[in-house]
């Protein structure tokens, strides 16, 4: 009795280890896999195989009985094995199939027809041979097929009508293959389609209205072709395109209103395309973009909307386009999603000062290998989350020092790799990075390129009392063109420092500084015109720096414990300066030349300077008739006394 049991238990596994064969793996579930030197499939596979793979083998041809006697099996697959043949009626004993895979193997061609009976295929993988064409009734009858893959093979041209039966295809894949053009209305019939790739194909021409008929389109895949002109209206009939790449094309530019019709669009990629100009009308409304690239074009500009529809976009990389000079102010007006904006190795000189002021949740910046000079003082006004800037690789002279002030939240700025001018101008952001030292990751290689006494010093090294900044003083210029006004800036933190100084230019000398205890308050001079000047390092040719020569400072308390490091630069215009310091800033109000002031007050400061003169005068006037009338009075005062005497001598006793 125990025997019988012993027996039923050991036998269902004994028949299922009998009738796998050794080359192959054989799972309850049906799953078969061979692999190894079989050149058929196996004979004595379970009867209830589903699903056979046979993988790396030496099979060449695929008999007409080699599927046979597997009337369970629904899904067959030869991969990465030399199949060179198929016999025409391979499929007729295994009619069930819903999948059949051939990819990575060496078929040149195919049989027609040998697909025919295969009434119920869903999933047909071609992909990865050496097929040359396809026959255009290759696909004849595969009503179910929903997955077509013929990508990487040698096709150079598809036949009219080929995909006419496919009316349930969904994914379409004829990449990597050597299409020169997409016969008209070969996809006319393909209603289901959601995915069509024919990227990496030479293709050159696309005919208008090659996708009108895929309503359900949501992936269109055309990059890597020679495409160098799309139709108008290409795309406006795929409201449901999602992801669209046309990049690494020749593509010189695009039609008006390309893009508009795309609503779900989230991806769009027009790339390494020699892109000479975009037209200001291109991108339609996208309000679900995602990602967005432009680089290796050859635009030397973007129109300023081109983004301006696009605002979920997270993620930005308008970059190493080698051109690309010029950025328009409002280019990211409508991006409140920004984190991370990449403009690096583009052709960038210069950037307005307002560019990024919208970009309120920016976190990372790459302005990197460019041929920036300098950036507006205020550049960063509107990013208080930006944690990382990299501004390696420029023109860089010099920064205005407070260009990161803004910007509380930096983390992480690069600066190397710029010629950096340690002139005067350079004190304030070298100040701010010796004072930043932990944020400015590669302070040991942002370095002096001028003066050649300070070739490769670090700038975070430089102190303010080793600047040489007497030479910027320029007397006679200063003096000649005296009917200037001044620019003065600072950055001079001492609170000290924030008292009214008067700035009075004697023209023998040079500046001369004093101090007055009251303050001023430059918003109550609301008749004069009141700047606030921050520093430019533009020179232009009527600027001066001076500075305030050693021995003639004034020896105030403050000037021993700190140096003095204002500046200014005389230009021409109104001649009447007044200026008041607060938070570090000097702030200018100033009367200029062509207000009637200048004249009032001008006849005013005669006419008190005169007054003046004239009191002087009457009151040494009065001084000296005073004196007169005393000595006459003492004359007559001494008369007097003598007669006094005299009489009293003479009088009878
Ligand atoms: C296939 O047959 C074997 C033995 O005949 C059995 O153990 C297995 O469960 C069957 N698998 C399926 C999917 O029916
Ligand atoms: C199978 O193919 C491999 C390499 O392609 C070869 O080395 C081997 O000899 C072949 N085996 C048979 C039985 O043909
Ligand atoms: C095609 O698929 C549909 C649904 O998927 C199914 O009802 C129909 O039987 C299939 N046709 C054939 C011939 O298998
Ligand atoms: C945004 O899309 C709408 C709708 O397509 C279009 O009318 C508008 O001109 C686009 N805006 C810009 C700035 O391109
Ligand atoms: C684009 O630029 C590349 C190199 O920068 C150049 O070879 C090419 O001719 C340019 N293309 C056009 C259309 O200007
Ligand atoms: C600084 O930023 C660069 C570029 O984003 C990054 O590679 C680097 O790891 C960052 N360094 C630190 C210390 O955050
Ligand atoms: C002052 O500037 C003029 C013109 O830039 C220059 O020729 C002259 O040498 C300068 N003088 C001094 C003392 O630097």
Redesign the pocket.
Same mark, same amino acid.
């Given at each position: 009795m125990w025997s019988i049991f012993l027996v039923f238990l050991v036998q269902p596994l004994c028949i299922q280890s009998t009738t796998c064969p050794s080359s192959c793996n054989c799972n309850q579930m049906g799953d078969v896999t061979c692999k190894g030197s079989i050149t058929d499939v196996p004979i004595g596979l379970p009867a209830n195989t589903s699903r056979l793979q046979l993988v790396a083998t030496n099979m060449t041809v695929l008999n007409s009985q080699s599927l046979a006697m597997l009337p369970l099996m629904l899904r067959f697959s030869i991969k990465h094995s030399a199949l060179v043949a198929i016999h025409p009626n391979a499929f007729q004993v295994a009619p069930q199939l819903l999948s059949v895979k051939l990819s990575f193997n060496a078929l040149h061609s195919l049989p027609p027809r040998v697909f025919r009976h295969l009434v119920s295929l869903d999933q047909l993988h071609l992909d990865n041979n050496h097929l040359e064409s396809i026959s255009p009734v290759q696909f004849e009858g595969l009503a179910n097929l929903t997955e077509l893959d013929v990508s990487n093979n040698a096709i150079t041209h598809l036949a009219p009508g080929v995909f006419r039966s496919l009316r349930r295809l969904v994914f379409l894949n004829l990449g990597r293959n050597f299409l020169q053009q997409l016969t008209p209305n070969v996809f006319h019939s393909l209603r289901q389609l959601e995915s069509l790739m024919v990227f990496n194909n030479r293709l050159q021409a696309l005919e208008p209205g090659a996708f009108d008929d895929l309503p359900n389109l949501c992936q269109l895949t055309l990059h890597n072709n020679q495409i160098a002109r799309i139709p108008p209206k290409l795309f406006w009939a795929l409201r449901k395109l999602q992801v669209l790449t046309l990049s690494s094309n020749k593509l010189q530019g695009f039609p008006e209103k390309s893009f508009? =019709?795309l609503p779900k669009l989230t991806k769009l990629t027009i790339y390494k395309n020699p892109l000479l100009s975009l037209t200001d009308?291109?991108?339609? =409304?996208m309000p679900m973009m995602e990602e967005f690239y432009l680089f290796a074009t050859n635009l030397t500009t973007v129109p300023g /909307?081109l983004f301006? /529809?696009m605002s979920r976009i997270e993620r930005l990389y308008l970059h190493f386009n080698n051109k690309l000079a010029e950025l328009p102010p409002d280019l990211f007006c409508c991006l409140p999603k920004l984190q991370r904006l990449s403009l690096k190795y583009n052709d960038i000189q210069d950037v307005h000062h307002d560019l990024f002021s919208k970009l309120a949740n920016m976190i990372a910046l790459f302005l990197n290998d460019n041929q920036l000079c300098n950036l507006p003082g205020d550049i960063f006004k509107g990013n208080p989350g930006l944690k990382s800037i990299d501004l390696r690789n420029n023109q860089l002279k010099v920064l205005p020092g407070e260009v990161f002030s803004a910007a509380w939240a930096l983390r992480n700025v690069s600066l190397s790799g710029n010629p950096w001018d340690c002139g005067c101008d350079i004190r304030d952001i070298a100040h701010w990075i010796r004072r930043n030292e932990d944020v400015v990751i590669d302070g040991a290689d942002v370095t002096c390129s001028n003066p050649p006494t300070f070739l490769r010093r670090p700038l975070k090294s430089l102190h303010h009392n080793e600047f040489d900044c007497d030479h910027a003083m320029n007397v006679s210029q200063a003096t000649a063109s005296f009917t200037g006004s001044f620019h003065v800036s600072t950055t001079t933190e001492s609170p000290a420092l924030r008292e009214t100084q008067t700035v009075e230019i004697i023209p023998t000398t040079s500046v001369r500084v004093a101090t007055s205890p009251q303050k001023t308050e430059a918003s109550s001079k609301d008749r004069f015109t009141t700047r606030v000047f921050r520093h430019t390092s533009t020179d232009p040719p009527t600027a001066y720096i001076l500075d305030f020569p050693k021995d003639e400072q004034p020896s105030g308390d403050y000037f021993l414990s700190q140096p003095f490091h204002d500046w200014l630069v005389i230009e021409n215009g109104p001649e009447f300066v007044h200026n008041n310091r607060l938070t570090g800033w000097v702030y200018l109000w100033t009367l200029s030349t062509n207000q009637t002031y200048t004249g009032f007050l001008m006849a005013l400061h005669i006419l008190l300077l005169a007054a003046g003169v004239a009191l002087i005068l009457a009151a040494m006037y009065g001084m000296y008739r005073l004196n007169q009338a005393m000595d006459d009075l003492r004359a007559k005062l001494t008369n007097r006394k003598h007669n006094i005497t005299s009489k009293k001598a003479n009088r009878p006793r």
């Open positions: 508009y =019709h009308k291109l991108m339609g =409304h /909307n301006a /529809n």
